[in-house]
């Protein structure tokens, strides 16, 4: 079969034909239709600092994608052949505390398809049948292949959150940011300010249902004049930029929520006493998507047609257009990003 490949230790990937996958008795194999192309495929084919700790090339990238069941394990009871269906990429092992209290998505034996084994920028990838999610029949393949950082924006912008209501501050219009500006809006914020440095990725927030998109220097004043001064209930901080972490912490009200999902790429240092203890802010770190209350929430999102993400896919390219897909998701000019294989 085709696949995009990390052949090497070395910057790139490589298209090549690989042996389809074998399959375990756990298992179903799918056929890939559209599969997402994320800031992480980015890491890894750049082989950053972070790639060369984590990867051990070969294997096939990509971990966001949906597509067709086309053989199913003798132990799999529940998926059938033709279903169509995404995924949850984090393999997780069950057993472990974590798993047995309903935090699998913090299990720390987690194997990430295309990261951690072989993902889905090819024609077919084996997955674990539990990990394998049903799309409704009006949901275009195109949909189920972004549902992985969909996910993670239903995971930040509903958990331990009370969105009807609120007021929220989005730091940072990636493609995760501005679905979960979508997700704010659908679910009842009373004002959703999108914050961004990227005109273009504003300007899909405001597609998407913000009240108000701004550059991180009008954040502040956009943020007082539509909380009387207080700060908001809610921020997601979805940029990993340091700057805009200490204005989410600067910007939240006191007894305010601040839901961070963007990875700084080093460390950094914050005043704790001033920016939250005194503030009394009560911090979540996001991982991945919560298995499987997300997606629940996510498939009833999607189902109330309250919440349509299509918007957000600007690009599509077959897998040979692999290099015009990582620039354009370097470029910042790129919503979502999607090849479309089989
Ligand atoms: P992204 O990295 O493209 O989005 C970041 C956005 O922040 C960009 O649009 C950028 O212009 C904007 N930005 C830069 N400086 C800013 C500032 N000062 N204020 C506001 N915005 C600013 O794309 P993404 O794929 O949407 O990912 C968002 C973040 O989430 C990244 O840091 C990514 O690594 C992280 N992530 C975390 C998880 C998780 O499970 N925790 C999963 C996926 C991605
Ligand atoms: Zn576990």
């Keep these: 079969m085709k696949a995009l490949v990390k052949t090497e230790a070395r910057a790139g990937f ?3 034909d690989v042996p389809e996958p074998t399959m375990k008795d ?11 192309v994320c800031g992480t495929d980015v890491h890894i084919h750049e082989w950053d600092a972070w790639a060369q700790g984590r990867c051990k090339p070969p294997f096939v990238v990509g971990h966001e994608f949906a597509g067709e069941v086309v053989q199913v394990g003798s132990l799999v009871t529940d998926v059938k052949l033709g279903d169509r269906v995404t995924a949850e990429g984090h393999i997780v092992c069950g057993r472990c505390h974590l798993c047995r209290t309903g935090n699998s998505h913090v299990c720390p ?3 990430i398809i295309g990261v951690d084994r072989d993902g889905c920028f090819a024609e077919f990838i084996a997955m674990p049948a539990t990990n ?3 799309l409704d029949d009006n949901i275009p ?11 993670n924006a239903f ?27 979508g997700i704010c809006a659908a679910a009842g914020a009373s004002r959703v300010i999108a914050s961004d440095v990227n005109p273009t990725r504003l300007a899909l927030a405001r597609q998407m249902g913000a009240h108000d998109t701004v550059t991180p220097d009008q954040a502040e004043a956009a943020v007082r004049r539509a909380t009387d001064g207080l700060g908001v209930d809610v921020v997601l901080e979805m940029s990993g930029v340091p700057a805009a972490v200490h204005q989410a912490f600067a910007l939240v009200r006191d007894g305010g929520r601040v839901q961070m999902l963007g990875i700084p790429s080093k460390p950094m240092e914050l005043d704790l006493a001033r920016e939250i203890i005194f503030k009394g802010v009560t911090i979540y770190g996001v991982v991945g998507r919560r298995m499987y209350d997300t997606w629940i929430q996510m498939t009833q999102f999607l189902r109330s047609r309250k919440f349509d993400p299509t918007p957000v896919i600007t690009h599509r390219f077959p897998l040979e257009g692999f290099a015009a897909a990582i620039h354009a998701i370097k470029s910042g000019e790129a919503g979502k990003v999607v090849f479309e294989i089989g």
Excluded: Q
């Excluded at 756990?26 to 997402?36: C, D, M, P, S, Y």
């Design 109 to 111: 034996n987690t194997r």
């Design 141 to 151: 393949y195109e949909i189920g292949g972004i549902h992985d950082p969909m996910g």
């Design 14 to 16: 490589a298209l090549r």
């Design 132 to 134: 394998v999610w049903h």
């Design 155 to 181: 995971h930040t912008a509903l958990t331990g959150t009370t969105i009807p209501g609120a007021t929220v501050l989005v730091t940072g219009c990636g493609p995760i940011g501005i679905f979960a500006v």
């Design 26 to 36: 756990n298992e179903v194999l799918i056929r890939v239709k559209r599969a997402g």
